[in-house]
């Protein structure tokens, strides 16, 4: 086991929070919520994933003087151009407020097919050992499903219930904890960060 590691998570949502530490947990890696050291939310005025994460990571990073890691994270649905993209967390106009985003979203897709309500989770994910470092490492994973007609399950948090995976003919927020981890987008990005850990010097 490898010395144990204190990183920042560049948020303050307790569903993410739990699920990266339960993901890093085997790496011997503890994140800690941004909000519980002092941090506060930067504006987020990119309009891409990957340079909001990195804005998160940044100022985390300069402000705790830990390593920081910081996803930009969001569901792009086809049939509306990639909406809700980077404002999934607030679709409505509030942030976090994920009643009111599921609500939004089923109504902008009321009337469309089920087979032209496909979509995709993305996650950005990037660490930065410092804040001026200039080579962060920039992760990416992609989660396939479509967008179901009402929410269904009580797991996970976001767009979860809303989710709906083929292959395991459930939602989301319907999957255990493991198998979520093992087929979301941010589990992936997770693998991609895992195989790089051996080279970080943090």
Known sequence: MSEA???VLASNNKGKIAEFNRMLAPWNITVS???DLGVDSPEETACTFVENALIKARHASRITGLPALADDS??????????PGVWSARYAGVDGDDEANNRKLLEALAGIADEQRTARFHCLLVLMRH???PIPMICDGQWEGRIAAAPSGTQGFGYDPLFFVPSENATAAELPADRKAELSHRGRALAQLKARLSDARL
Do not use: C, I, Y
């Open 74 to 83: 969001g569901l792009a649905v086809d049939a509306l151009n990639g909406a």
């Open 33 to 35: 919520a941004q909000g």
């Open 131 to 133: 804040p001026q470092d």
């Open 5 to 7: 590691r204190n990183w």
